[in-house]
């Protein structure tokens, strides 16, 4: 395989260290297998960490990050509810499709790209759609670079019978994200972000009460390989596994040494290492007078005004010849216009932000 | 990662050579970085070599085998739509199950577990159901070990004006599969089986007339994530590619390596291999007084009856610990009654069949 290495700084995937490889290049076991069963339990367990939750059902969805959306949209709504999405970027604005297609009735909440929702507005949305079931929102919106505050949040939502339902793909592992002290309901993420694991599963997470919701079901999910009432059944703690499909192994080995590697390292201490280089990387930009495109940057995700004058394809080719390093486009009415500079995970270094800098200022001479 | 070196002789993941282990952990690249677009554009090229098609629309859906039946049954059929599906085996039943969810009234056709779909049962079910959008048929029933003769049932199909969507997790890379030559229009398979790739993925492939019925869809597919109108736009084999979802890179690399030892081997050779070795096993088990459950077996997977008076657990058990051989349980009305041996891909090999027998005879004394 000959395939060059790169320094990862876009929207993901991040570099992923060479013991997450070879973790993952460790022989296959089939996936009833008692030692595997061990090893998926115990990155189970891991994960209930790493999203700070006790919640029993949290699992890594046996596909890529916009799988995680699909199975939290289409376990928790039924054709014919009523959904409040909050759209600000691609992703919100995904998340309504997604319902859509699932036979959801959606009641967006919009404010320009690159902005956060205030809470009142949010306030507002629930008591005009007192019948909605659900509130979905994005707590990191990778297009944009946007970190959505959800404080308070869920009392609002719960206190209007709803299920908050929250997109933490760019977040988990790199920001703080406390499922249970924020009565958070649903939430899914990816592994190829702050956790720094290959692309390939997204984790996702549902509290008691979403249980219940799923269980009070009236029809089938439409997804059979997104169910949640079977996958429970091979994802639970203990007792007999009833078989689903085929668990993508190799693929849990990595997520494994990946959340190892996080506990490792600690949650609080990995949040702090990636405001401290945002912080760096951000006062590099604005000392070349680069501007960020949102108010509330995320510090895993620094989305930038595309400095006048340069050449956006050529620069991020430049940025890839010469020095190896992937930034990412912009997205949307971003295309052409902004840049995103990944710091997530492993990506999240002192030398690779100073080196990111530097080849920034030869790319844009 | 503290994990056992197994003889994976189940119904699936096989063995995975470690040239395809070492192929994976290569460091992980952007997905829409130029070197990884060429990786996964000639992994979609060496597919269409081993379908035995010249199907454009041929990938590998980011998601383990039942997600291929989940991608080709959400996108060919609407909600109304009528089906006829051939059920004598877990996954003809699932198939059933995954249209309902989508909408469709199916039809079933069924013979009893084991046994095999004569033409005439098929061309009567066609008659019958005129309305019917397709018909869905498992070649290589992995439930059963049976297989599945497709010859000239395209034929009945198209003359009716149906497609045919076939089911070939266990036999794509192990058996005889002509996707062209057999007028199949929609199909898909597992890496995990034959093609001895760590699971993760789902190969797909679509012929020009099911694109057709695609396009002319009334509704959204109701899956996002396995929505081909979308996806084709990622894996066209050149211009501008769309972002649909992150690919699973290191999973595409595992692939590319094990298409590039099928084609290395010969489409030939690799069916004549797994063919030689599961006469050589039959006769070994045959000599022990074991039988096989369905009339026309496979050759990647043997479905035996569980000897009168072995202890199914203990002796699998045994296998396990003391040869560290997986064999697979029975499934559904045959648990507790059947055996599972595959000889799938890098499984199948002499050494293999002559170690399962004596093995078995040591456990079964």
Request: glycine share 8%.
């Amino acid at each position: 395989m000959n395939v060059p290495e790169r320094i990862l700084m876009g929207p993901g995937p991040s570099t992923v260290p060479s013991r997450i490889l070879r973790a993952m290049a460790s022989p296959t076991l089939g996936h009833l297998d008692p030692r595997y069963i061990e090893i998926m339990d115990h990155t189970c367990t891991m994960l209930r960490k790493v999203f700070q939750t006790e919640n029993a059902l949290t699992f890594p969805v046996s596909a890529t990050g916009m799988a995680g959306m699909e199975c939290v949209a289409t376990n928790i709504m039924e054709r014919g509810d009523e959904a409040i999405v909050c759209v600000n970027g691609v992703f919100g604005g995904r998340m309504v499709d997604v319902m859509e297609r699932a036979g959801v009735t959606v009641h967006r909440v919009e404010v320009p790209w690159g902005e956060t929702f205030p809470l009142e507005m949010l306030a507002e949305a629930i008591d005009k759609h007192p019948d909605a079931k659900a509130l979905g929102i994005v707590h990191a919106e990778t297009s944009t670079g946007a970190l959505q505050s959800l404080d308070g949040l869920a009392e609002l939502v719960h206190d209007s019978g709803m299920l908050l339902l929250v997109d933490a793909v760019t977040s988990l592992g790199g920001h703080t994200l406390k499922v249970d002290e924020w009565g958070i309901d649903a939430i899914y993420s990816g592994t190829q972000k702050c956790l720094s694991c290959p692309p390939g599963l997204s984790p996702v997470s549902f509290s008691p009460r979403a249980l219940e919701v799923i269980e009070a079901r009236k029809t089938k999910v439409q997804s059979w390989y997104f169910d949640v009432s079977m996958l429970k059944d091979y994802y639970k703690g203990s007792g007999k596994r009833a078989y689903h499909h085929t668990a993508p192994v190799n693929m849990i080995y990595a997520l494994h040494e990946a959340l190892l590697i996080v506990l490792e390292e600690g949650l609080e201490a990995r949040v702090t290492r990636h405001q401290r280089l945002h912080r760096r990387l951000r006062a590099g930009l604005e000392s070349m007078g680069i501007r960020y495109v949102p108010q509330y940057s995320l510090h895993t995700l620094n989305c930038i005004h595309i400095p006048d004058g340069a050449d956006d394809a050529a620069v991020r080719a430049k940025l890839l010849d010469d020095y190896s390093i992937e930034i990412g486009a912009g997205l949307g009415p971003f295309a052409g216009k902004a840049w995103r500079i990944g710091l997530m995970g492993h990506s999240a270094t002192q030398a690779n932000v100073d080196l990111v800098l530097a080849a920034l200022m030869d790319c844009l001479e």
